[in-house]
């Protein structure tokens, strides 16, 4: 046994290490990125691991099928909208099965801490009808990881490990085996049927999917991390991460009756004999009321009261906390030191000082003030800080690519200018497909993409497409060549490049402009 | 024994830095412990705190209850205010009054230290002219921990090999800047709370701590500065010759 001090992250990625990992892929995106950062430096040093970042969360899916389908076993990491990227062939993947263990790991985030929205994985995982873990501590992230390659492989399924921002980004010790797992063989599938999804042979496949449920059922009922405790008439279903909060609140003789679950689908017979056992349960998720809504039902339960998000007791939307889950419980607040009545002005995240994209919106700001209250369409990456004081510079942030299509979509309705602002990185994840079809639909947009040669907000991971390479995937799309353009956002540019996007904006079509300077915090960080 | 720490500072500053000091210190010292960061998008500029617990029993929460933070140590005076009403009665606020000002609406300083040293467990000390005189500026943090170090459950050393190891790829200059800071820090935070204790007002405790040499600033002559403190032509004449209490040679009762 050995210890190390782990994120919560970094936990799942050593787990995956020590389960026999052979290849990790994915998309940057926080609260993930730690978990492939952490591998990354494993596989550098081991050289028998391959760890890279894919173009998007689709890609990375895929890929890590691939290895399963190869017979070893597979590692594939994003953030919770990564995976409505990835859905095409996470869904699918359910249908194939695995062959070699495939985990998912991805990192919700409830709060909105560093995302556009806090969608819930876990109905990903019931969709899909897999099995999902869900950690409630560092070691549980070790854990967990661990025993879902061994289910994968076991049921022949993909298997979720979800996370959430606070334990993905919460450090502490974790117990580690002494002899990892060896890496599986190279021992590809060989049956053709199971992976060809054609209508017939997807119906067999899908079949068989179904038919595995009572077994998902069965493990989750007899599962260690689905821990149930009957005491007092006041019950607790706890998931995840939430135990902890329901646990500082209560000494060690309480006398609530409190149902752990870490791993689904939901274990139904302990939550039976938890809701005949108790008068009132309280739901705590560190997501969507998910258990709470099945528990509830349509009708109601005609047994005991439930309560949580949706009744009141938990606000419906953010992150819980132990003072939430305190007052939830109907517990007394606890007394804090008596200090002034103050507020902190608000600091907001901003653009580093020296930072290109300042320069680049300056610029657009200037070109666009020849329009009345000119709209412009982004995208996500650093650049979206762009919407704040004192630029304010874009209006627009949806998903991954949205900008350029969105802005193709606004101009074809007749908007005028359609101008979207994307990233080096976005737009190899999501926005070349949406150029194209601009270029071909001969759509009024100009799109300028801010390269600065990495991925700069989750830490400056390497770009797909950057410099040279972006360049070619522009020209390679159809862009007229005339209506391409390359400028350079420094202060001393300024007044030409307000002349550039002026031109551009002047142009009826498509157009492109390249702001390019490397992030600075890249430049200090690969010194 | 349970001890919960809220790390406090503007995203660049090092609160992570600070972190790993105490973590590792307190996973050395047998203690369990919890800590919980910020990453991604609020790291650019933006308000960014860590709720560090360790403890001799084990921690349930990844973050600290409102009512049982013990100490909200903050590399920058502002943040300070963002987190002091989770404190416990019995609470801490160990800060900086370094300002970092990124806001166009940020405070004026000596409201914001009014504010401050109203609080009556407080740690008030300049990191900023403590790190510049350890040799970097950027070793603000250190500082801040070095001042807070006295109310943590380590001695110097169990938190020092730490600040070594954290620095030490980026060389020997840099551990030796950081180690300074880390003892100019504390020595400055025992001096301003010996001038509290001496029963000085809190906001002179401020002025007379910041007037002090970081190098040499002295927590055992804390006392005798208070006492002095209250014959200001006499302070001021002191601090004019160079802040040497023995040289001055003026009459204070030892």
Partial sequence: MGREVLLGDEAVGLGAVHAGLTGIFGYPGTPSTEIFEFVERIARKRGDIEAHW???????????????????????????????????????????????????????????????????????????????????????????????????????IPVMVRLVTRIAHSRSAVETVSEPRPQNPLEPAKDIRRWTLLPSNARVQYRILVEKQPELLRRAEESPYNVLELRGKRGIIACGIT??????????????????????????????????????????????????????????????????????????????????????????EVATAAQMDTTAASRPPTLCPGCPHTDTYKALNEALEIFTDPQVFSDIGCYTLGALPPLQAIHSCVDMGASISMAAGAAIAGYRPAVAVIGDSTFAHSGMTGLLSAIEQEANVNIVIVDNETVAMTGTQPSAATMETLDRIVLGLGIDPEHFRVITPVPKNHADNVRVFREELEHEGPSVIVARRACIEKIKRHR | MEKNLILAGVGGQGILSIAFVIDNAALDAGYQFKQAEVHGMSQRGGAVQSHLRYADHPIHSD????????????????????????????????????????????????????????????????????????????????????????????????????????????????????????????????????????????????????????????????????????????????????????????????
């Fill in chain 1, 54 to 156: 894919s173009t998007n969360e689709k890609v990375a899916y895929e890929e890590a099928l691939g290895v399963s389908w190869a017979g070893r076993r597979a590692l594939v990491t994003m953030k919770h909208v990564g995976l409505n990227v990835a859905a095409d062939a996470f869904m699918n993947s359910a249908v194939t099965g695995a062959n070699g263990g495939l985990v998912l790991a991805v990192a919700d985030d409830p709060g909105m801490h560093s995302s556009q929205n806090e969608q819930d994985s876990r109905y990903f995982a019931k969709f899909a009808l897999i099995p999902c873990f869900e950690p409630r501590d560092q070691q549980a992230c070790y854990d967990m990881t661990r025993d879902a390659y061994d289910l994968s492989e076991e049921l022949g």
């Fill in chain 2, 63 to 254: 973050l600290i209850p409102t009512g049982r933070v013990d100490m909200v140590l903050s590399v920058e005076p502002l943040e300070v205010l963002r987190y002091w009403k989770t404190l416990s009665p019995e609470g801490w606020v160990v800060s900086s009054i370094t300002p970092y000002i990124n806001i166009p609406d940020y405070p004026d300083m000596d409201e914001l230290l009014t504010q401050l040293v109203s609080f009556p467990s407080v740690v008030l000390v300049d990191a900023g002219k403590i790190a510049q005189a350890a040799g970097n500026l950027r070793a603000q943090n250190m500082a801040t921990l070095g001042a807070a170090s006295p109310l943590l459950d380590f001695d110097d050393e169990q938190l020092l090999k730490y600040v070594r190891v954290l620095f030490g790829a980026k060389g020997e200059k840099i551990v030796a800047v950081n180690e300074k800071a880390y003892r100019y820090g504390k020595a400055a935070g025992q001096f301003f709370r010996g001038l509290i204790e001496a029963g000085i007002a809190p906001l002179d405790a401020v002025w007379l701590t910041r007037r002090m040499d970081p190098a040499t600033i002295d927590p055992a002559q804390a006392g005798r500065w208070a006492r002095l403190a209250s014959d200001k032509d006499a302070l001021a004449a002191i601090l004019e010759a160079g802040s040497d209490l023995d040289a001055a040679r003026v009459g204070v009762p030892g």
């Fill in chain 1, 243 to 332: 135990l902890n909060y329901a646990l500082e609140n209560l000494p060690r003789d309480h006398d609530w009756s409190i149902l752990a679950i870490g791993q689904y689908p939901v274990p139904p017979e302990k939550l039976r004999r938890l809701v005949e056992h108790v008068d009132e349960v309280l739901v705590l998720e560190d997501g969507y009321p998910f258990v709470e809504e099945m528990l509830r039902g349509l009708f109601g339960l005609g047994m005991a009261t439930v309560r949580g998000r949706l009744t009141g007791e938990l606000p419906r939307t953010g992150e819980l906390n132990p003072d939430l889950v305190r007052a939830g419980m109907g517990l007394p």
